[in-house]
């Protein structure tokens, strides 16, 4: 097994976030707007590279998994402490 040192890795490797969403029944029309809406957003923030949306199963529970990939740290921290984000 090969052990990985967190430390090994600076600011410019490739950094990912992984968020997960529970939406209450009777919201996901509004999740999805905001998804919708604030996607677009993301990807002008610097060292974006790419969103992933994974949604489980319909009908056994309305749960998202949002992958983010920034170029460094610092762009992905940026990024999730932005204003916009937080509206």
Do not use: C
Request: charged content about 25%; overall charge positive; glycine content about 4%.
């Amino acid at each position: 097994m090969v052990k990985i040192n967190p430390s090994q890795f600076g600011d410019e490797h490739h950094q990912l976030r992984v968020i997960t969403h529970l939406i209450k029944p009777g919201r996901e029309a509004r999740y999805k707007e905001w998804m919708r809406s604030i996607v677009p957003v993301a990807k002008t923030f610097e060292g974006h590279l790419e969103i992933n949306i994974l949604r489980s199963h319909p009908g056994v529970n309305l749960e998202y998994i949002i992958v983010l990939h920034f170029n460094h740290h610092k762009n992905l921290q940026e990024w999730l402490e932005s204003k916009v984000r937080r509206e």
